[in-house]
């Protein structure tokens, strides 16, 4: 018989490449700062379980473009769909794709639209604060002020959105976290634990594969 799981760790194998100081990414600065600091520096390989996870996240969203653009589904017009975006600070850049781009056509407003998969809806009750600072992000750079997280359960489709205004100061704030992130990498600084010392994130170090060094304190 054929082994189909290997078949599909096959098919979705990511070719590993390590990223470069100077080059970060929108969904990482929500997280704690030594962890991604540590992504830099000590770069690992994508586990099959977990690119199956960001599979299962594509295979959402691309689900999600398809009712976006359903002639069904009149009252809304898909603008773009997994656009690129870039943004320059002082001495690094921030680049990242946009989910989608819609334009609800009863108030005549556009919307930046982040998609996130999820193993229960019904858990969900209130957008993650990492979502929103991607969402900040790509509000700032579209320059379209209205934003949205639409959470969709893996399991039965059902979904949940959160809106979000842009934030000026927000944005700027985030900005400044690259900043640091890149100061930090460039100096070789290890930066503070924060999910060790923030309660908010506390959950961060169960799932995060530095904790041995993290916990060692080793640069």
Same mark, same amino acid.
């Given at each position: 018989?054929?082994?189909?799981? &290997?078949?599909?760790?096959?098919?979705?194998?990511?070719?590993?490449?390590?990223?470069?100081?100077?080059?970060?990414?929108? !969904? $990482?600065?929500? !997280? %704690?700062?030594?962890?991604?600091?540590?992504?830099?520096?000590?770069?690992?390989?994508?586990?099959?379980?977990?690119?199956?996870?960001? *599979?299962?996240?594509?295979?959402?969203?691309?689900? +999600? +473009?398809?009712?976006?653009?359903?002639?069904?589904? &009149? $009252?809304?017009?898909?603008?773009? !769909?997994?656009?690129?975006?870039?943004?320059?600070?002082?001495?690094?850049? +921030?680049?990242?794709? +946009?989910?989608?781009?819609?334009?609800?056509?009863?108030?005549?407003?556009?919307?930046?639209?982040?998609?996130?998969?999820?193993?229960?809806?019904?858990? /969900?009750?209130?957008?993650?604060?990492?979502?929103?600072?991607? @969402?900040?992000?790509?509000?700032?750079?579209?320059?379209?002020?209205?934003?949205? /997280? #639409?959470?969709?359960?893996?399991?039965? #489709?059902?979904?949940?959105?959160?809106?979000?205004?842009?934030?000026? *100061?927000?944005?700027?704030?985030?900005? *400044?976290?690259?900043?640091? @992130?890149?100061?930090? @990498? !460039?100096?070789?600084?290890?930066?503070?634990?924060?999910?060790?010392?923030?309660?908010?994130?506390?959950?961060?170090?169960?799932? %995060?594969?530095? %904790?041995?060094? %993290?916990?060692?304190? *080793?640069?």
């Amino acid at each position: 018989m054929i082994d189909f799981d &290997k078949m599909i760790d096959n098919h979705i194998a990511r070719e590993h490449r390590p990223k470069a100081i100077g080059r970060y990414y929108p !969904s $990482e600065i929500g !997280s %704690c700062m030594r962890k991604v600091w540590y992504s830099y520096k000590y770069p690992l390989e994508v586990k099959p379980d977990l690119a199956k996870i960001f *599979e299962v996240g594509n295979i959402m969203h691309d689900f +999600v +473009v398809e009712v976006l653009k359903s002639d069904k589904n &009149k $009252e809304v017009e898909l603008l773009k !769909s997994e656009f690129p975006l870039k943004i320059k600070g002082q001495d690094f850049l +921030v680049s990242g794709r +946009v989910d989608d781009l819609i334009l609800v056509k009863e108030s005549g407003k556009s919307w930046v639209v982040e998609v996130k998969s999820t193993k229960s809806v019904d858990f /969900v009750k209130e957008a993650d604060k990492k979502h929103l600072m991607q @969402l900040q992000l790509y509000m700032h750079a579209t320059g379209i002020h209205n934003g949205m /997280v #639409l959470y969709i359960d893996k399991t039965n #489709l059902k979904s949940k959105v959160f809106s979000e205004k842009y934030s000026e *100061e927000k944005a700027r704030e985030i900005m *400044e976290r690259f900043g640091q @992130l890149h100061q930090l @990498l !460039s100096q070789n600084l290890l930066p503070v634990a924060e999910a060790r010392k923030k309660e908010e994130m506390g959950w961060m170090c169960r799932y %995060c594969e530095y %904790c041995e060094k %993290c916990e060692k304190s *080793e640069a």
